[in-house]
């Protein structure tokens, strides 16, 4: 089980922390991912972590400014979002799956919502 958190309301520019603690003893056997999906629009992927948290990939959209990260002693994947724009606007999803470099992401989080206002 996945349980995302760390939405809210931030200005533009302004910078988040969204955090999804994962329930189980095997966290760090999933490669995680952050998705997002805004209103309107279909889901689309953010960025995503290898279960060692040595590797990353960032959709273009999040490169620069966005990082994720793991703790796996705490069963928490992070996603620390920096300069902030409107369009960035959606909710933020959390997901895993067993292998980094490719196969469907099984378990799914219930999401965050993170409004940017301008």
């Known amino acids: 089980q996945l349980q995302a958190s760390g939405g809210g309301l931030v200005q533009a520019g302004g910078s988040q922390r969204l955090s999804c603690a994962a329930s189980g003893r095997t966290f760090s056997s999933y490669a995680m991912g952050w998705f997002r999906q805004a209103a309107g629009k279909e889901r689309e992927f953010v960025a995503r972590?290898?279960?060692?948290?040595?590797?990353?990939y960032y959709a273009d959209s999040a490169k620069g400014r966005f990082t994720i990260s793991r703790d796996n002693a705490r069963n928490t994947v992070y996603l620390q979002m920096n300069s902030l724009k409107p369009e960035d606007t959606a909710v933020y999803y959390c997901?895993?799956?067993?292998?980094?470099?490719?196969?469907?992401?099984?378990?799914w989080g219930q999401g965050t919502l993170v409004t940017v206002s301008s």
């Open positions: 972590i290898s279960e060692s948290g040595h590797i990353t």
């Open positions: 997901a895993a799956r067993r292998s980094y470099y490719s196969g469907n992401w099984t378990y």
